[in-house]
């Protein structure tokens, strides 16, 4: 398995195709730690982005832990670790 990360440009195209461009800014370095909310995505958006992440890297991230992810470099850590324990596997 490739040493692939996970990195906010990633983060930025997927949430746009999961929410909508128009629905909210999309992310650039300057809010790593703005949380989600402030950022206008809801729930039910992150939830979708879950999901895109979840086909396109082969990973599983439960409900908990997008819930738990309140920012991009929460989720971003998130999807690395995850990354890197399949790669162990």
């Known amino acids: 398995m490739s040493e692939q990360r996970f990195t906010l440009d990633d983060l930025t ?5 999961a929410a909508g461009a128009d629905e909210a800014a999309p992310p650039d370095d300057d809010i790593l730690d703005t949380t989600f909310g402030e950022l206008g995505y809801e729930s039910l958006a992150l939830l979708e982005t879950g999901g895109c992440i979840e086909r396109e890297y082969g990973i599983a991230l439960d ?3 997008l ?23």
Do not use: F
């Open 67 to 89: 819930s738990d992810a309140l920012t991009p470099r929460e989720l971003i850590h998130t999807v690395n670790e995850r990354l890197a324990a399949a790669r162990a596997a």
């Open 13 to 17: 195209r997927i949430l746009v195709e």
């Open 63 to 65: 409900d908990d832990t």
